[in-house]
């Protein structure tokens, strides 16, 4: 099994792919697309399966990581409210990319809207064999993403030097 993309809902399209790509380096693959409830195309029989009669359409551009991860950004045109981390609540809450450049990632991070939410960690600050560092972030509309400085099998393998 490979990872393909994910899917994030942002509540401005614009504002969303300048963030996305220009302070997390992703590249735009295809552009800010609108997307209107109809049965006779595969994606607008799929829309309706997904979001439910009456979703009003919405806004999507395809983004892809530099190792070839999509990201697919989705402004519905009827809901534009933050998302607030809710912990309680089963499912995904964030997702993780790998950068060298942490300080970088995170000064663009903050210009283009976002939000650090902690200090960069290191995961085994013990063991000066185990360099691997962490840091929690938001997109600008409180979407979490994380930042990694190596690999998920070297940040917790137990043989990693």
């Not at 994606?43 to 997904?50: P, S």
């Not at 519905?76 to 607030?84: G, K, L």
């Not at 997109?139 to 400085?149: A, I, Q, R, V």
Request: aromatic share 12%; hydrophobic share 40%; proline share 2%.
């Amino acid at each position: 099994m490979k990872m393909n993309h994910v899917g994030l809902m942002v509540g401005d399209m614009d504002k969303a792919v300048e963030f996305y790509t220009k302070a997390l380096g992703l590249r735009v693959v295809m552009g800010n697309t609108k997307v209107l409830e109809e049965r006779k195309t595969a994606i607008g029989k799929m829309c309706v399966a997904v979001f439910g009669e009456g979703f009003k359409g919405f806004n999507i551009a395809h983004l892809v990581t530099t190792d070839g991860i999509g990201v697919e950004l989705f402004e519905m045109i009827d809901r534009q409210e933050r998302h607030n981390v809710d912990f309680t609540r089963l499912g995904i809450f964030h997702f993780c990319l790998q950068t060298d450049d942490f300080e970088g990632a995170i000064a663009r991070t903050e210009q283009y809207g976002g939000k650090v939410r902690m200090d960069i960690m290191r995961y085994h600050p013990e063991d000066d064999n185990k360099p691997a560092k962490m840091v929690y972030l938001e997109d600008p509309f409180g979407n979490l993403f994380e930042f990694y400085s190596h690999t998920y099998e070297e940040t917790y393998a137990s043989d990693y030097e």
